[in-house]
Each structure stands twice: as structure tokens, then as C-alpha cells.
């Protein structure tokens, strides 16, 4: 009877180990957040079937199981980060994940429901920001730009609310989960927030009700391109070419510029972060 366990035992680990490798050199699973990665992958679907690749789409919400499934083989590549987070993320959670290359940029923006005008701030009110430490240095910077606070000098991409070093209106700066930003704007419990472009089109936000955006011709916009992420040591996998080749295509650039209205912006880099022609 104990054989008997045993063996079953050893079938069921057999079958979960293969449940989580990919066998198939023209299967290409790739996790994304829903907007708007997945459905760009989704618009090249057919365009990879095609070349004889069947691309399977794994949407998340949030900005961690993409990449710990990715680590785990679960996935063989994900879209829905930018390479200052993709790095960070390898730094504190010991993963190894590189770039093939950039596809979009999308805008971070500082939204409010209940202000026309970044002029209308009061003092002391409570503004929001991702809490992830890129998007929240991202976020910094932005307020900085307009004006809003000042921070120490040289603190760039890795800011944090420690390097406040001007705060006219003692604003009360709050880092929160940024999926959940959007929300709690909506009820009311900040006068701003500034959110990811991903985050703001899954809430019905334009970005026209932005207060202030980032522009494509700042350095942000190179710097957090969106990319497409693979373990270290894949990049040459032919899936990959594929893959690339369909989603930096004029076919992709016309579908974001008609359907994201400028929240997100097409930017196509190689895989060191270098804008293509």
C-alpha cells in the first residue's frame, strides 16, 4: 500500500512539473496586465499563428505574480512592467529577468476627483502615490515638475518621500498599493493621486482628466518604455523574435494611437533600452 502511495505521489509531481514547463517550441505563454498589454498581445495573436507560434495570454492584476510565474517557468515571458521595476524586482526578490524590448510608454498622471486645477491644491491635503519603489520616485518627480514639492538634488529614479526637501503646502504624501489608487480617489480620500496609465484606463479614467502628465520627450518616457521581460539566458529563443517582431509593428502603433488616445504612447526600443528607427 505504501508503494502504491509512493508511486502516485512521484505521477502527481511528474504531472505538476509538467503542467508548469512548456515542452512546446511554438508555444509562447506570456502573462499581462489587462490593459492595455493584454490586448495589444491579443491583436497579434493571429499574426504569430501565422508564423506557426500559439501564443497564450495570462492576464494579472497586480505587479508581482507576473514575475515570480515568469521565474518559475510558468510563463516564458511577461508584458506589463518597465526596466527600472523589472530591475528592482530582481534585486530584492532574487530573480534574474532581462528586456527584449520596449513596446509602449504610458504616461504617469496626477488625477483628482474633486479639482479642475493643480492651483485649487489646498494645504495639508493628502496626495497618493504608488507605493512600488520606481513608480513612486516616478511619481515624486512628477510632482516636483509641477511644482508641487521640491526634492533633494541628484535623488532622480530613486527618490522617495524621504527626500522632500520642500513642501509649501505640507501636503501629507501617501505611497499606496497603485492598483487601488484609482478607487480611493473615487471615494474621496485624497485631493490627488497620481496613476499608473495602466491603472487609470481600468477605471474608466482618460487622459484628458489628467491634472498633469509626463511628456514623451522627458526622460521618464525612456526610462519606464514598457518591455517585454524573459528569464536570462532565453533571449535568443526564436519564440522571442516572433513575438517582438509582431508587437514593434506599424499594426500595433495605429491600435494604440486609436484606441488609448495619448494615455498610451507607442515607443519601440531594442532590448538595451535604445529607441529603434
Known sequence: MK???IIGALIIAVLILNACSNDNPYRIRVGASSTPHAQILELVREDLAAEGFELVISTFSD???PNLSLDQR????????????????????GTDLVSIGGIHYEPLGIYSNTLNSLEGVQANSRVLIPIDLTNQARALLLLEANGLITLREGAGIAATPNDIIGDPLNLTITPMTAALIPAALANNEAALGVINGNFALQNGLSINDALAIETKDSTAALTYVNIVAVRRGTEDDPRFAALINALQS??????????????????????????LE
Request: aromatic share 18%; net charge negative; glycine share 4%.
Open 250 to 275: 506599424q499594426k500595433v502603433i495605429d491600435f494604440i494611437e486609436q484606441n488609448f488616445y495619448g494615455a498610451v504612447v507607442p515607443l519601440f526600443t531594442d532590448r538595451n533600452g535604445n529607441p
Open 3 to 5: 508503494k502504491i502511495l
Open 63 to 65: 505587479f508581482i505574480l
Open 74 to 93: 510558468e510563463l516564458d515571458a511577461n508584458f506589463f512592467q518597465h526596466k527600472p521595476f523589472m530591475n528592482n524586482f530582481n534585486e530584492t526578490r
